[in-house]
Nanobody, 121 residues
């Protein structure tokens, strides 16, 4: 199971860190990703990190502002979000994949419940 938390209401320019805790003993066997879905829009890729954490990939819209990381000893993946913008407002989901560095919704095998991030202008 995956559980994302850490969302909230912030102002533009603020920072927020999301966490996603995974249960089970196979966390390090999965690449982990963050996705988001704004009202009326499709779920979109945000960032992904490989099993060991050595590889990462980001959506162009968040590159340079967001950082994904993981702690396999704690079965947790993080998303540090800096310089938040109103357009970052969405429900953020963490997900796990058996692929090396997935970048699409369809590539993910397991999904957690989302956490709401709202950025006011």
């Amino acid at each position: 199971q995956l559980q994302a938390f850490g969302g909230g209401l912030v102002q533009a320019g603020d920072s927020l860190r999301l966490s996603c805790a995974a249960s089970g003993r196979t966390f390090s066997s999965y690449a982990m990703g963050w996705f988001r879905q704004a009202p009326g829009k499709e779920r979109e890729f945000v960032a992904v990190i490989s099993r060991s954490g050595s590889l990462t990939s980001y959506a162009d819209s968040v590159k340079g502002r967001f950082t994904i990381s993981r702690d396999n000893a704690k079965n947790t993946v993080y998303l540090q979000m800096n310089s938040l913008k109103p357009e970052d407002t969405a429900v953020y989901y963490c997900a796990a994949s058996r692929l090396v560095l997935p970048g699409t919704v369809d590539a993910m095998n397991y999904w957690g419940k989302g956490t709401q991030v709202t950025v006011s202008s």
